[in-house]
């Protein structure tokens, strides 16, 4: 998927999980980026047969065995990209903890409510 496409799709994700804020746009931009950049991967690591390891010839004709470079890269992308979607709170702890942020807050108005009103 594009970076584009990405881009609305975090969006709508956090907008359905009630965790959107305007100021997220630059972190969306930076997630949505880092999708595109490990799809790119995947689409490279299925093109070259899908294989977690690869022959590699170095400059003495020697042949030594690899990781897949891009293999490297979609599980970096992948680590990277986890953080963000922490930050925006689309994982089920970070989701969790900003849905239990929200009750405190809920709580302590209510409590200066009543207290105010000499409950």
Do not use: H
């Amino acid at each position: 998927m594009k970076k584009d496409g990405w881009k609305r799709k975090i969006k709508g994700q956090c907008i359905e999980a009630g965790t959107y804020k305007p100021f997220f746009e630059s972190i969306i931009d930076t997630l949505a980026g880092l999708m595109e950049a490990r799809d790119s991967a995947y689409q490279e690591y299925l093109r070259t047969g899908g294989r977690a390891v690869i022959e590699y010839i170095n400059t003495r004709g020697g042949i030594k065995l690899i990781r897949n470079p891009a293999l490297g890269t979609i599980l970096d992308c992948n680590a990277q990209a986890l953080l963000y979607w922490q930050s925006l709170g689309l994982t089920a702890k970070s989701y969790k903890q900003i849905c239990e942020g929200r009750q405190e807050q809920d709580g302590k108005r209510l409590e200066d409510i009543l207290e105010s009103l000499g409950v």
